[in-house]
């Protein structure tokens, strides 16, 4: 099953800085066939203006990953971490038991992109922490770039919670993946346009991926997207 969540079909949030759009359920934004998917929580598609952000505000018990598309933005928590998050880079926190923090667009003459993700973690209650990931440069860069998952393998920052998020960055070529039965897969995409298996998605589309044996991504160097792989 192949299922595509239409990119004009998200919800909005908008104000005279932020346009956020929404593939889950978020804030008040309900669809009740978008809650969730799995433990996949939000995929928020934010623009941010020049200079302006997110205040400090609380979360507990979900682990959050920032991927910044373009611009960066400025990460300030009550564990101490004082970040400035560059586009091209991944930063994960788990909110554990509870946690503050600010997002903001540190850039005063353009507006930065992200798309904020929230995974709901295997167990409540665990001890807040940050990690960052971003790209091998003394390496070859995979099209498939495993960048979060539950046992950190391939250089990939951790979460707690048995999902593989990858960014995935085509070229010409055509990448297969072979999902595990007892998997469930989602595609977000980022910029351009991807083929999955032979049908075309665009940008902000999602597409649900249930009981398939095999997909074929491909796409061109302008198109990026995101691939999470989780248990159903």
């Not at 960066?72 to 970040?83: I, T």
Request: net charge negative.
């Amino acid at each position: 099953m192949i299922k595509r969540r239409p990119a004009e079909s998200r919800g909005l949030t908008q104000t005279d800085w932020l346009e956020s759009r929404h593939s889950f359920s978020f804030g008040g934004y309900y669809d009740p066939d978008y809650s969730s998917f799995g433990t996949l929580r939000v995929i928020n598609d934010d623009h941010v203006a020049a200079g302006a952000g997110f205040p400090t505000h609380p979360h507990r018990d979900m682990e959050i990953l920032t991927y910044v598309l373009a611009g960066a933005v400025a990460h300030e928590d009550s564990m101490g971490n004082r970040k400035t998050v560059a586009a091209g880079h991944l930063q994960t926190m788990s909110a554990g038991c509870g946690i503050t923090h600010s997002e903001f667009n540190p850039l005063d003459d353009q507006s930065t992109r992200f798309i904020q993700i929230w995974i709901t973690p295997r167990e409540k209650g665990l001890t807040p922490s940050y990690a960052e990931w971003q790209p091998d440069t003394r390496k070859a860069i995979s099209r498939l770039a495993l960048m979060a998952s539950a046992d950190g393998r391939d250089g990939s920052v951790i979460i707690h919670q048995d999902a593989d998020v990858y960014l995935f960055r085509p070229d010409t070529d055509v990448i297969t993946f072979n999902p595990n039965s007892s998997r469930q897969q989602w595609l977000q995409v980022m910029t351009g346009s991807i083929s999955l298996n032979n049908q075309a998605f665009h940008e902000g589309d999602g597409v649900a991926i249930q009981n398939e044996s095999a997909l074929r991504l491909s796409g061109n160097s302008e198109s990026s997207a995101l691939f999470f792989d989780m248990e159903i």
